[in-house]
């Protein structure tokens, strides 16, 4: 398949104009930013490139305006931050990309950085226009990218523009979360044990597939686990099921079997009557019709931390109930704090994936410790998966 051709910290780019794809798709309510982890990430890079004395053109979006210019999606916020935390002058650029607004990005400095306005206001991004891919591969020398988290899609700023731009590399970010899933399943430190959640499995049916055939144990937590209580013939009330899943379920069974990989699912239950309320710990056969599983109950918790406890590896994608409501939040912040204190005091190589498992973690108290958190989520299932993503074939 060819290497992935990585930014060199040796290459001269002195009065270069790089352009730089970032990921700074950060919550943002009433114009102000509610998590800037994103940011913060990136600023390292940023500032080494202005050290190098380059001239940084950044490229972000931001939810998704499909193609036209929602005031709510504007990058403006990032921009002030961006101003405030990077010692040079930062612009922002706003408007059309055209051959008269080319000329503007001539005037950049050395050391100097220009944002572009949500790179999604603009059709041909989505589309993976070879004409606004070249408008955009003209406006530069280099091209980085260090949003791995949108390298699964075919769009304009990380796909077709490497091919109007002389050189393409993949930047230290990309490089660190490519790093943390070879650390599961290629160079991989076993027993490894993979935690997956979330809701739908429709979703997660491919990863899990590939999984079982690469990992000792997979343990299902979340709604999707539902499914496999509802495929063991338990009654699950009014909990949140798919339909048509039991030959997916029967699959990964096979597969697990085939693979000599153990399949756990949880045991007990916290179910509450609606999300809002109080819950009540309960043993899979006792839920009745007007309740609704909503977390993982103390005998599974217990398990789950046994399982890590005797692990060297673990992937964790997909929190273990509805955290949100904190009577249904004890399941996700233990498995968090467990690999955490693992992490810590027993080198566990720890790799946390997925916005809501990150959300999660963020409603714990204690000071939490992981080998790898990626801020990733189709990108980091489908990597997982051994998907060859767009964003990636085009920088080898």
């Excluded at 053109?57 to 210019?69: A, V, Y």
């Excluded at 789950?304 to 406890?309: H, L, Y």
């Amino acid at each position: 398949m060819g290497k992935i051709n990585f930014f060199p910290d040796n290459l001269e780019i002195k009065n270069k104009k790089i352009i730089l794809r970032l990921d700074l798709n950060v919550p943002i309510k009433n114009k102000k930013i509610l998590d800037d982890t994103r940011i913060t990430l990136c600023l390292p890079f940023i500032n080494r490139l202005i050290e190098k004395k380059a001239k940084i053109i950044i490229i972000s979006h931001l939810g998704r305006p499909k193609g036209i210019e929602v005031p709510e999606l504007s990058l403006l916020p990032i921009f002030k931050h961006l101003k405030n935390s990077l010692k040079t002058n930062v612009y922002f650029f706003k408007g059309v990309l055209n051959e008269e607004t080319k000329e503007k990005f001539s005037y950049l400095k050395e050391g100097e950085v220009m944002l572009i306005e949500n790179i999604r206001y603009f059709k041909g991004e989505i589309e993976d226009d070879e004409g606004f891919s070249r408008k955009l591969g003209e406006l530069g020398d280099i091209f980085i990218n260090d949003a791995f988290s949108c390298s699964h899609r075919k769009q304009a700023s990380v796909h077709n523009i490497t091919k109007f731009i002389k050189k393409s590399y993949a930047g230290p970010l990309l490089k660190k979360e490519i790093s943390a899933i070879k650390l599961v399943i290629e160079n991989k430190k076993e027993p490894v044990t993979c935690i997956i959640g979330g809701s739908k499995i429709s979703t997660k049916i491919n990863v899990i597939t590939s999984l079982v055939e690469k990992v000792n144990s997979l343990i299902i937590v979340g709604a999707m686990a539902n499914n496999f209580f509802v495929y063991k013939n338990f009654k699950v009330g009014k909990s949140l099921i798919e339909k048509n899943t039991k030959e997916i379920i029967d699959g990964i069974y096979k597969k697990a079997k085939e693979n000599n990989c153990e399949i756990l699912i949880p045991e007990d239950c916290m179910v509450g009557k609606n999300f809002e309320g109080l819950g009540k710990n309960k043993n899979l056969g006792e839920i009745k019709d007007n309740e609704i599983i909503l977390d993982i109950g103390e005998k599974t918790i217990k398990n789950i931390n046994k399982k890590i406890d005797q692990s060297n590896t673990v992937l964790w994608n997909g929190p273990a109930g509805y955290f949100e409501n904190e009577n249904f939040s004890k399941g996700t912040l233990s498995i968090a704090e467990n690999i955490s204190k693992n992490t810590i005091g027993n080198s566990l190589i720890s790799v946390i994936g997925g916005g809501d498992t990150l959300a999660s973690i963020n409603k714990s108290k204690s000071e939490l410790s992981f080998s790898h958190l990626s801020t990733a989520g189709g990108a980091f299932l489908e990597y997982l998966e051994g998907k060859d993503l767009p964003g990636i074939s085009v920088l080898k």
